[in-house]
Structures are given as C-alpha cells and as structure tokens.
C-alpha cells in the first residue's frame, strides 16, 4: 500500500482509509465479526488510517474498533474520531456541540471507548454554530499540549471556517464529501486547503454505494439505511443517477476494473493531498476497493470519465434537508 501525507504538517497514511461507520448499522444491519475480520483485512492488507466518530450508535463503532483492534501494536495504525454530534435515544441528531468543556468530555469518553491514550486526528464532525471554532480548536490544542491528541482535523466546514481554525493550530487534514458526484469542494475549499498545506481525507467517494457498480433502482433500503432517506437515492432521482453509473460502467469495462475502484481512483487522481476513505464493511467490498489505489489513470481516462459523468451531473441532494444546512458547502 502506497502512502500519502496529510497536509504540511499531519502525519503519513495509507494512500486508501477505512471509514467504519457502516459498520455500526447507518446502512442497516452490519454484521459484527464480518466487520471486524474487514478492519483486520484492511490492516493486513497495509491501511493504517481508520476513521469513526464517537455518534456513529453512541460509541457502539468505537468500541467495535477497540475489540477489533486488541493487541495490536498502537503505532501501526492511526485513529481518526469525530466527536460533537448530540444524540438522543433513537434516531437523528439534536445539532452540533464545540464548546471546549464539551470537547474535553467527548474525548475522555473516547479514549476510554477505544481503549488508547491517544487519538492521532481528532475533528469536530460539524461546526457548532454558537462556538466559535476558535475556542473548539483552542480545546483540541490544549489536549495536543496534554498528549491526549495528535493532530487537529476538521469536517465538512467552509473555507472561511479553514483559515480561522489553521489561525489557531495547524490543520492535518479537512474530511469532506468528494466524489465524481460531489465536486463542491473544487470551487473554494480545495484550493484554501492547498494554499495553507492542509489535506483532504474524502468521504463518500462511492456516494455511499450508488455509484459502486452495486446499487440497483429496486434496492429496498432496510428500515435502518440511511440512504433510504437520501434524496439522490429516492424514486424520483435514482434511475437519473443510475444511468451516470451505466455510462462510468463502459469506462471501467475498457480500463479493466470495476466501476467502485475506477471511482476511488478518480477521487485519488485529483492530487497527492487527497486520501479516500472507504466505507467497507465486509471483506468483499474492501477486497475490491483496495486495488483502487493502483488502477493508474491517464489523461484520456480522465477526460472519458468526466464525459461520463459530468460536474453537477448527479440528480438530489447529498444529504435529507434537515442535515443540509449543517454543511460547510452544498452538493
Ligand atoms: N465527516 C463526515 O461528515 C462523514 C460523513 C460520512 C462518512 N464519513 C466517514 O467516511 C467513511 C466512508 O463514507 P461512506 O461509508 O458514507 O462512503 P462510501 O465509501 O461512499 O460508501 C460505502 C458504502 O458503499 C457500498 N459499497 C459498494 N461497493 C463498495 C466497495 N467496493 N467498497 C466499499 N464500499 C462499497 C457499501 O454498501 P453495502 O455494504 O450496502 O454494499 C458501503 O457501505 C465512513 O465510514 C465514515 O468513517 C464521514
């Protein structure tokens, strides 16, 4: 497995992260030793980045990480954990929550949760509009300072948002929605984050399964998916999507691999600065997602697959309504 830096100043990680929120049910019923044989494959197979947030079923995927990763060495890999999301028992979130006595109090619940003194990349999952994002920094540096926390990431923010949070402390990375069907990050963000030296974990990158080659019109989501409540998966926009899907399918098909792999390929082609997560959450889907990172594209790959699938060619929103609003840029 390749590496790549994050940023100027964050830490070097495989060229492909593992995102576990799957695996604790937002796309239904996960299976648990199936997703953690697929963390244990991951690692052997050289990932060392592995994404989580302390939300994904209120510590269930931190502790399914912990259990999944008892034993090992604590320098071969490294912990990427979004906090600040409020819950309630059920499902939804009641918004956002930065304070620092707040940061403090979801990271000694983590720690404690996945079993680790330390968090190497430790992100506000959304910007709490009533903290300023100085003082949510200003908390993750003096837990830098105690040696709770290794780097300072954040998530789905504006660029506005970057320049005042880099103010503060050195930002390792922005984790943020990218994909052939979410391109909003190019207009501001992506450029900020260059100037500044910051990288960019993407998430998404196969828009949570639509455009993996997987996904069918028919698809009945399980009660518990999320996606059944994602506009660009609902009756009205899925057929529209799935054709852009058809048409990167022929692109895959000459370049010999599979449309999930020619999609992460195409997020990793947009710059060294860039590492996709993947959201696998069985040891199949990972086993085809990680040849991705070797799938070479040229610049006629390029160009077939933006014929394909244009800019702002997806149909629906990225996100339900309600979630929307919470994000630092649209779709
Ligand atoms: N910062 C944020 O706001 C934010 C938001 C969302 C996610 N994230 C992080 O990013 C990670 C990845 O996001 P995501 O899971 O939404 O995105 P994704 O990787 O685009 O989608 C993952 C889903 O795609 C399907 N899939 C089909 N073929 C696949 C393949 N070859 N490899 C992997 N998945 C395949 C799987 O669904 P089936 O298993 O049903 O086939 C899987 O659950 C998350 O786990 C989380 O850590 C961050």
Redesign the pocket.
């Known amino acids: 497995m390749q590496t790549r830096t994050l940023g100027s100043t964050g830490p070097a990680v495989s060229a492909l992260g593992l ?4 695996m604790s049910g937002v ?1 239904g019923t996960a299976d648990r030793a199936e997703s953690i044989a697929t963390v244990h494959a991951a690692l052997e197979a050289g990932v060392t980045l592995i ?2 947030g302390d939300f994904y079923a209120m510590g269930h995927n931190e502790l399914l990480l912990a259990e999944a990763l008892r034993g090992r060495d604590r320098d071969d890999y490294l912990l990427s954990v ?1 906090f600040g999301m409020l819950r309630a028992p059920g499902p939804g979130f009641g918004g956002a929550d930065g304070r620092p006595e707040a940061v403090k109090n979801f990271l000694a619940y983590s720690l404690t949760r996945l079993g680790t003194d330390h968090i190497d990349i430790y992100r506000p ?1 959304r910007l709490d509009p009533a903290v300023p994002i100085e003082e949510t920094v200003g908390a993750i540096k003096e837990m830098i300072d105690a040696g709770y926390v290794r780097h300072v990431g954040l ?2 923010v504006d660029a506005a948002t970057i320049r005042r949070a880099h103010a503060v402390h050195p930002i390792a990375d922005l ?1 943020i929605e990218y994909s052939l069907i979410s391109r909003a990050v190019e207009a501001d963000v992506l450029p900020t984050l260059r100037e500044l030296g910051i990288g960019l974990t993407a ?7 639509l455009i ?1 080659g ?1 996904w069918t019109a028919g698809h009945e989501a399980d009660p518990g998916d999320s996606r059944g409540h994602t506009p660009r998966f609902s009756r009205e926009n899925v057929e529209h999507n799935l054709a852009l899907v058809e048409a990167l399918r022929r692109v895959a098909e000459a370049k010999g691999c599979t449309v ?1 792999q020619l999609a992460i390929a195409w997020v990793a082609a947009q710059g060294g600065d860039i590492v996709p ?6 040891r199949e ?2 086993a ?2 990680l040849p991705a990172t070797e799938v070479d594209l040229t610049a006629d790959d390029l160009a077939a697959i933006e014929k394909a699938v244009p800019p702002g060619a997806a149909r629906g929103d990225r996100y339900p309504p309600a979630l929307m609003s919470s994000l630092g840029v649209g779709n």
């Open positions: 995102g576990a929120m799957g796309y994404d989580t979004k999952a998530s789905e984790q998430y998404g990158v196969l828009s949570r399964g993996s997987h999930a997560l993947v959201g696998a959450r069985t889907r990972l085809e997602a």
